[in-house]
């Protein structure tokens, strides 16, 4: 199953916070492949023309597969351990879906029209992160997951 973090704005080569996401991204291709997760595909938009959320929307939309499972990252989303997410992505790839999109909208969120089209959305806790913060946390869950599944050492309890 190919996973596909969908996000606004754009983080540069140098910043830290991109030396952390492909390493995180690098890591989970290679531990995922094995268990048929991957590869994760990070695809960024910006709201040049300053829409707002509406736009920014449209471009979260239009970076999503066809037919993909979309799950949102979003404040009201559902709290959940990192087995949890991994159990999630275990039973997605298990159910036959080709494509996952995990979508991190701008600075005020994501507008309702496409929050309403996700099959799940889940949040990271109470507080609200910057969002390059939460592409880095979400690369890391998602290697975390593939590590839990695999039977890695990565996780601890």
């Given at each position: 199953?190919?996973?596909?973090?969908?996000?606004?704005?754009?983080?540069?080569?140098?910043?830290?916070?991109?030396?952390?996401?492909?390493?995180?991204?690098?890591?989970?291709?290679?531990?995922?492949?094995?268990?048929?997760?991957?590869?994760?595909?990070?695809?960024?938009?910006?709201?040049?023309?300053?829409?707002?959320?509406?736009?920014?929307?449209?471009?979260?939309?239009?970076?999503?597969?066809?037919?993909?499972?979309?799950?949102?990252?979003?404040?009201?989303?559902?709290?959940?351990?990192?087995?949890?997410?991994?159990?999630?992505?275990?039973?997605?790839?298990?159910?036959?879906?080709?494509?996952?999109?995990?979508?991190?909208?701008?600075?005020?969120?994501?507008?309702?029209?496409?929050?309403?089209?996700?099959?799940?959305?889940?949040?990271?806790?109470?507080?609200?992160?910057?969002?390059?913060l939460v592409r880095v946390m979400l690369a890391e869950q998602l290697y975390r997951a593939a590590t839990i599944l695999g039977g890695g050492p990565y996780?601890?309890?």
């Open positions: 199953m190919r996973v596909h973090i969908c996000a606004i704005g754009r983080i540069k080569a140098g910043d830290p916070e991109r030396t952390l996401i492909d390493d995180y991204v690098a890591r989970f291709n290679r531990t995922g492949r094995p268990l048929g997760l991957g590869p994760l595909i990070e695809t960024e938009s910006d709201d040049r023309k300053g829409g707002g959320m509406a736009a920014e929307a449209g471009l979260l939309a239009r970076a999503i597969p066809a037919g993909a499972l979309i799950v949102v990252l979003d404040e009201r989303g559902t709290q959940m351990t990192s087995p949890d997410f991994a159990a999630d992505l275990a039973r997605w790839r298990d159910g036959g879906r080709q494509d996952v999109a995990l979508v991190i909208g701008g600075a005020d969120g994501i507008a309702p029209q496409l929050r309403d089209r996700a099959d799940a959305a889940i949040s990271f806790g109470c507080m609200v992160w910057p969002h390059r996780h601890r309890v």
